[in-house]
């Protein structure tokens, strides 16, 4: 295997390492990337700082924590309003006839290639 092709195949590998983190992989993609890992110090290293991201990244997420009840209500109002505000759209009925001679008379025309 040439050097760039050894590049390509670790930038590959580096390119997984979030989902490996989060478990996301298929199983032969984390067995490539554990594969990798196991062979390639710097990849490993590279590998345990996208760890340590994910842990922060999901500590500082949960000291966030959920809205409020007043700021959830607010919200469904919002959603609330703006549905009674978005003109309803009148569904017409299909008729059967109209359809099937619509598509009698599609399968009549011959199919054009050229604009």
Known sequence: ???INKQRGRRKIEE???????QSLSRRDA???EQ???GDRGLARRYELVRQELAETTRLNETLGAP???AMEKLFAAINAEEARAPRRRRRPISRTRFLTSARDSAR??????K
Do not use: Q
Request: charged fraction near 20%; aromatic fraction near 8%.
């Open 36 to 38: 990798a890992l196991a």
């Open 109 to 114: 025309e011959k199919p054009s290639f050229t």
């Open 68 to 70: 409020s009840a007043r």
């Open 31 to 33: 067995d490539r990337v």
């Open 1 to 3: 295997m040439t050097a």
């Open 16 to 22: 997984l390492l979030p989902w490996h983190a989060t």
